[in-house]
């Protein structure tokens, strides 16, 4: 068994309203960024698996996302893993 | 036979108060029931109040679905006993797949606290029986995310059953087939934005809101269904 670093997105899918990205798009030109568009907002949520390899993490991570992180119906979810960084490199 | 029905309070539930004095009203016997508990045995209905659960983190409803009283919400919902869900409540249901569709933040990004004026749609529900389709109930609305979104296949189906209860007449969160209540196959699990015990008396604006929660009580009491108590606890009672 090894350690790995997960990281789960959940982002509302497409078509599924989405205020609070459209109000920080339309924030942006008051600040000067005139070329932004197609702001959405979402959630990131950092995970530590532990399994035997980078798939088993991975299958982990996409069924407790389906399951809990993500509400199939409105948000899908995109899972990346990686070999964990050491101990003392994450205190 | 007096009617028992649980109002469940998850933490952060906040409309339990209000739930009950209108179900008081109707002579329905809410009694306030914490999330913890395990069983629902002896209770003929269960409402599921509008609120915060769990501070709505993650997404509303999605920490409530795992409160330990869910399981005995789904085992009443199997028993054919009236489950209700108001606003918060109804997002409990989703999350939990006693009701199919979720709740999408508002279209028009604005928290809507309004009256609304409903349109009954399925008059055999638990919250419509004895109503008549095309009533209009005038009920108001205090959510976020209440905009009801669902698969089309989902919708169709949901069309084809008349399990949408209630429609809004002038459609004021984006809500799909302007759905403001939806309900199960049997029509004892009833969802809905809208907070019929805001409309409880005429001095809050309207008591259309009595019509449903009275409904309910005769739902509970209807003889064409089996009574929806647990079997230990019908033997207790004879």
New interface residues.
Partial sequence: MAGFDVLVEVQLRPGIADPQGATIERALPALGFSTVSGVRAGKAFRLRIEAADANEAHRTAVELSARLLANPVIEDALVSVSPAATATARA | MTCRTAVVVFPGTNCEHDVCEALERVGAGPELVWHAAGSLAGYDAVVLPGGFAHGDY??PG?IARFSPVMAAVAELAAAGAPVIGICNGFQVL??AHLLP??L???????FLCQMTELEVANEHSALTAGLAAGQRLRIPINHFEG?Y???AAQLAELEAERRVVLRYVANPN?AAHDIAGICNKEGNVVGLMPHPERASSELLGSADGLLLLGALLAFAKGPARPAPVAPEAAAAAR
């Avoid at chain 2, 999408?104 to 604005?110: C, D, F, R, S």
């Fill in positions: 993650l997404r999605a989703t999350e569709g979720a999408q933040k508002n279209k028009g990004l604005t905009n979104t669902a698969p984006g």
